[in-house]
């Protein structure tokens, strides 16, 4: 009995073995040999995910962490990882050509988003983000019209409102200085307010409180707290939301608070559709009302579901506020650290702007310099890290020689194959910027708003949809803000401001990738 428990052991052993070594060739096959790592776990799936990166496990984190050496051990810019044990087998890139290949989308791709990447995008229905073929192309079509100037001058206007209620609602009108312990708290706060009043029209302000007086969370604050508990929603079984945890059960208060709010919304909106309808009158054509309507449209080329509806307002809320709100913090960050190019901004401010009125809409194309320290702060810390593809057929890649060598090497990639444009290694590509560890926002000037040299918004037709919404709104509150307000870092007794930077200045990986929360105090600038 022992003995044939004891053979049966040895044989399921066997075949494990034999079916990791199987599956190690194929993954070498499947890379075409490509060098690169040979690690038990593919980094973006369990428990590779998880576990930090060591020598034995790339991780998640493993991009930036490793971001001025990965691509050099290897002497390439595309590197390989085949794992002996779980995940698939993949290419990670750092070269936007070869990323130009894999991200372009459109009916001819070989290359789509894999299912379990889109997975945590999923949670609240189908949407723009993950959609692939001719369900992208229904989404695209359906939102892009909302993404217009009149959308940009609402974006400013509001931007330069909110400015103004912040002020007001935080008490700096009578301060000279205002310590902020995570500016992150203003940041997020600005860019939820902004997408949530320009695109869906949504009732947020600056004041109200994390609970009403009606004992109800306020639909901010569930927005936030469902935005910061997006991940374990996505991987938490139903009955988990059952246990008497106080964040979890927050988290199950949150989710309902504002699913009743979205019904409501729409609801509303669709009421004020039929209404604009019979009266012949004009609905508004924020996203908001374009979702609606094409939630109640008879055209099959533009129908949405109701739950495409639903998820692609929170695909917007979270893609239009986390990486705006990341990207704030960064470049506040780096104007408390590099004191010149703080003062080169104010002084570009006040000479298109001047000290006393607003800016407006006509000042941005001038205001090149804000632009260049959030794009720098962007490149640095770009957001949007990862842009999964997986071969839906097999397929060729076209990998360009290490830089110093002409041409490139075509390379067959099989069905199934991984390919993963790694968006630090491209902004840290020393082929693209020279000294890509420095702060340089001057490598931006002369660079138009539009121009595809600047690849943090990803490129070629699934080039993120709000670019311009995010840069119209950083730029009118930077400008109102660095005008009145000098920032400083918040440093820790006897901490110099390289140590400061060692500190604060990492990155933070959730969804979208930030900075870790950033301390900094504004001295209100005397007027000379
Ligand atoms: C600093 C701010 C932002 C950054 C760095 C950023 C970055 C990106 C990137 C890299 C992608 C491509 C993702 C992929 O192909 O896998 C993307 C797509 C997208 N972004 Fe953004 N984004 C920002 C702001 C916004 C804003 C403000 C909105 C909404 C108002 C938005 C909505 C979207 C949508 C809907 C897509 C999918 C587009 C498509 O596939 O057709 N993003 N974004």
Redesign the pocket.
């Known amino acids: 009995m022992q003995a044939n428990t004891t053979n049966l052991i040895i044989a399921a052993s066997s075949i494990f073995v034999i079916s990791r070594v199987v599956k190690f060739i194929n993954g070498l096959k499947a890379v075409n040999y490509l060098p690169g790592y040979r690690i038990p776990f593919w980094p973006l799936c369990l428990p590779g995910a998880v576990l930090p990166t060591t020598w034995w496990n790339v991780g998640m984190a493993f991009p930036w962490r490793r971001r001025f050496d990965a691509y050099r051990q290897f002497n390439n810019e595309s590197f390989s990882i085949v794992p002996w044990l779980v995940g698939p087998a993949g290419i990670y890139t750092s070269n936007i050509d070869v990323g130009r290949q894999v ?1 372009a989308g459109g009916h001819k791709t070989s290359f789509i ?1 894999p299912e379990e990447a889109s997975q945590s995008l999923l949670l609240w229905g189908m949407n ?2 993950a959609a692939e073929g001719d369900t ?1 192309r229904k989404h ?1 079509r359906v939102m892009g019209p909302a993404f217009n100037n009149s959308l940009y001058n609402l974006v400013w206007e509001r931007t330069l409102q909110t400015y103004h209620e912040m002020v007001r609602a935080e008490g700096w009108a009578d301060k000279d200085i205002a310590e902020v312990p995570a500016v992150q708290k203003l940041t997020f706060k600005l860019a939820l307010l902004i ?1 949530g009043h320009c ?1 869906f029209g949504f009732p947020f302000d600056w004041s109200t409180p994390a609970n009403l007086s009606d004992g109800l969370m306020s639909v901010q604050e569930a927005l936030r707290i469902v935005a910061d508990t997006h991940m374990f929603s996505v991987i938490a079984p139903k009955w988990v939301y059952k246990l008497p945890i106080k964040w979890i059960q927050e988290s199950r208060i949150a989710h309902e608070q504002l699913a009743k709010f979205m019904r409501d919304q729409v609801a509303d909106r669709k009421q004020a559709l039929h209404a604009a309808q019979s009266d012949k009158g004009a609905l508004g054509r924020d996203a908001f009302s374009m979702l609606v309507a094409a939630n109640e449209s008879e055209n099959e080329k533009l129908k949405l579901s109701d739950q495409e509806l639903i998820g692609n307002v929170f ?2 809320l979270f ?2 506020h986390e ?2 709100a990341h ?1 704030l913090a960064a470049t506040l960050g780096f104007m408390g650290l590099y004191e010149d190019i703080q003062e080169d901004v104010f002084r570009q401010i006040v000479d298109i702007v001047g000290l006393d009125r607003d800016p407006t809409m006509e000042d941005y194309p001038k205001l090149t310099k804000v632009t260049a320290a959030f794009y720098e702060s ?1 490149r640095m810390f ?3 890290h990862l ?1 999964i593809r997986e071969a839906c057929e097999d397929t060729t890649l076209s990998i360009p020689n290490p830089v110093g060598q002409e041409g490139s090497e075509t390379i067959p990639v099989p069905k199934g194959t991984q390919v993963v444009v790694d ?1 630090v290694g491209v902004q840290y590509n020393p082929r693209y910027f020279k000294e890509p560890e420095k702060f340089k926002p001057s490598r931006w000037e002369g660079v138009s708003n539009e121009s595809e040299s600047f690849t ?3 490129v070629g037709p ?1 080039m ?4 311009k ?2 840069i119209t709104e950083s730029v009118c509150w930077l400008t109102m803000l660095l005008r009145e307000w000098r920032v400083e870092p918040i440093l820790q007794p006897g901490e110099t401001k390289e140590q400061w930077q060692r500190r604060v200045m990492d990155a933070k990986l959730v969804l979208t990738l930030g900075v870790a929360d950033v301390p900094v105090r504004f001295v209100r600038r005397t007027r000379a």
């Open positions: 991200i988003k723009l983000v992208w695209r997408i695109a695909i917007m893609a239009g990486t705006t990207t962007l770009p957001a949007g842009m968006m943090a918004f990803s699934r993120c949809i709000g670019r919404f995010a």
